[in-house]
């Protein structure tokens, strides 16, 4: 009868425990409460952990993959320095996306899985979905990435009711939306041209030219800040290739660029929590030099180039970009905006971790100040 109670309160707790939550793909997902086993399907989802974290951003993550160390060594290093039970970490999966082992997944017994939504959705993620619900695993989906602009808010209410700290989630939305309203309004009310602009992804990486984006993630926060994409109805994909010709016959007003090289890749753009003012300068003047066709277009000539830091785009801290893409776009319009004023005040108010590097800079060696 006794053992027989003990099961009964068990069942009863775990039920009282469980909580029932909406994700990004509004799938329906019974969640524990309070979970403390988490596995995530992005190393970079640190970044917006760090938002709604308190203290290390990972503390109750078990497991993930390789692409923090791949894709951003230069946080990987502050990081740990800072957290070393960083560095313990299982790693479930190499820096590809569709390369997670869902048997190390489940041998970690987490009781969450958080994944990311990507552009191009990897061709093994449905399996790993349907061997983790048969585990009974919870997984939720979230972003930030793909439509930013609708997506992160509610992923940030998720990430706060799913980790029991609504009111830190609910301090940087408030904070999400200050910001990226004022950009809105201040459109809304001056109702200026929009300002003909290229992204060029991965700034001297590449040797054709020029890798960028179409739709969704930077071209959604181009559009968002007074610009008109050149590469808008080139592609059908979120991310292509524009040829030289085309490059060349539109002839944009504004040129912008992303980078995330550290300060060991001299040959590079350099960008990032690690880089000086005068590297990142250095670095992208150098890197636009190198480049035959965009080096001879009137916006590299007049110098209106702004470099951003790459991996902004893939989290709430794309707020920043939205705030450098409209003072690169209207800087008249925008003179009064700073967007190293709101990256200190995300250093005083919300990260572990204060960010001391250089995440923009443009031709004139200014941070769009």
Known sequence: MKKTLIVLLMLVSSVVQAKTVTDILQRKVAVPDNPQRIVVGEGRMLYTLA?????????????????LQHYDRQTWTRYTAAFPAIKAIPIIGSANPGQISVEKVIALQPDLVILPVYAKKPSAQDSLLMQLTEAGIPV????????????????LQLLGDVLND???????????????????????QAKPARTRAMIQLHLGRREECCTTVGRGNLADLLAFAGGDNIAAGHFGSVFGQLSTEAVIAANPDVYLATGMSGPQQADQ???????????????????VARETVISQL????????????????????????????????HPQLFSDLDP??????????????????????????????
């Open 140 to 155: 939720i989906y979230i972003d930030t990435r793909v439509d930013q602009l609708h997506n992160t808010v509610p992923t």
């Open 340 to 369: 190293t004023k709101t990256l200190d005040e995300m250093n005083r108010e919300f990260l572990p971790l204060p960010e001391t590097g250089t995440y923009w800079t443009s031709l004139s060696g200014k941070k769009n100040e």
């Open 166 to 188: 609504q009111a830190k989630a609910q301090r940087f939305i408030a904070f999400y939306q200050q910001h990226m309203d004022f950009i809105r309004e201040r459109l809304r």
């Open 269 to 287: 753009l350099q960008l990032g929590p690690q880089v000086t003012k005068a590297a990142a300068h250095q670095s992208f003047v150098q890197a």
């Open 298 to 329: 009137a916006a590299i000539r007049n110098g209106k180039a702004t470099a951003l830091w790459h991996n902004f785009y893939l989290s709430p801290w794309h707020l920043l970009i939205a705030e450098v893409f409209a003072k690169a776009l």
């Open 51 to 67: 938002l709604v974290e308190k203290g290390n951003p990972l503390q109750r993550v078990i497991g993930w993959p390789a692409d």
